[in-house]
């Protein structure tokens, strides 16, 4: 008999390989073998998926810091990190259109006659998610070399690791929250205003450890940062705005806009008629 990993030769004996360490499979695959595997690479406490998720939350230096400092076997990396996050993400996206689909309704949280407009939004980026989070971690990293500028602690390469793991860490605990929340019919802009704070204040969190800074030192970091993002995003939409402007969709919400200023006015005039 054979590993069949490596092809060292085992003895009756072995239920392991001794070269290679590969554990040593003697039955035909069933569904009770399916889910103890599962188990055991998923659910159990030595796990390393597992470690990860709890170690970020608890010592995010410990997982993050040891990883830029060379250690690789202790937690899971952060490439691999990251691809779960976006496999999570993609799962979740599905269950929502799947089983969920009111709870993607933005009305409540859009102006009227913007709603078509902020569903296309929502459905560019349900579409390029995964795209959409690593344009994100190039773009923080960058927010936080600026305003770390004095502090050289990290460089702009470790800062794209530091923000993989976050921003990870985050889709992977948001995709959770959202589907327990589509359970009870919360629609996506309400987890919107409820996760957001979540997310600043995980990230100030990581931060915080990373740079070892006083509460007072990462507040005024936080808002910094705030403050150039929306720098960026107000550019952002400016630019979004001339091409809207040019492409003939701004002139849609804006009739979209009116139309409903009229239908709400009307709606009025026939209630005060009627009473």
Do not use: H
């Amino acid at each position: 008999m054979v590993c069949k990993n490596c092809k060292v030769a085992l003895l009756e004996q072995n239920n392991y390989c001794p070269n290679c360490g590969g554990k040593v499979i003697r039955k035909r695959i069933n569904f009770r073998n399916l889910l103890n595997d599962f188990g055991a690479q998923f659910l159990n406490y030595d796990n390393k998926f597992l470690q990860t998720f709890i170690a970020l939350f608890t010592q995010p230096n410990d997982v993050i810091g040891s990883y830029i400092q060379g250690t690789r076997k202790k937690y899971v990396n952060v490439i691999s990190y990251f691809a779960i996050a976006i496999t999570l993400s993609g799962l979740q996206i599905f269950i929502l259109n799947k089983f969920f689909p009111e709870v993607l309704d933005l009305s409540t949280v859009t102006a009227k006659g913007t709603e078509d407009f902020s569903k296309k939004n929502l459905e560019f980026i349900n579409e390029y998610q995964s795209l959409v989070m690593m344009l994100y971690v190039p773009l923080y990293a960058l927010l936080a070399r600026l305003v770390f500028l004095k502090n050289k602690k990290f460089n702009y390469t470790e800062l794209l690791v530091i923000f993989a793991y976050i921003l990870s860490q985050i889709s992977i605990i948001s995709a959770v929250i959202t589907v327990i929340f589509a359970l009870f019919g919360v629609s996506i802009g309400s987890m919107a205003l409820f996760l957001l704070p979540l997310q600043i204040i995980y990230s100030a969190y990581c931060l915080k450890a990373l740079y070892t800074l006083s509460a007072e030192g990462i507040i005024l970091k936080t808002l910094m940062f705030l403050v150039i993002l929306g720098v960026c995003f107000f550019l952002f939409a400016m630019i979004m705005g001339v091409f809207m402007y040019y492409s003939g969709d701004f002139e849609k919400i804006i009739e979209a806009q009116k139309a409903a200023k009229e239908v709400s006015y009307t709606i009025s005039s026939l209630i005060n008629w009627t009473s």
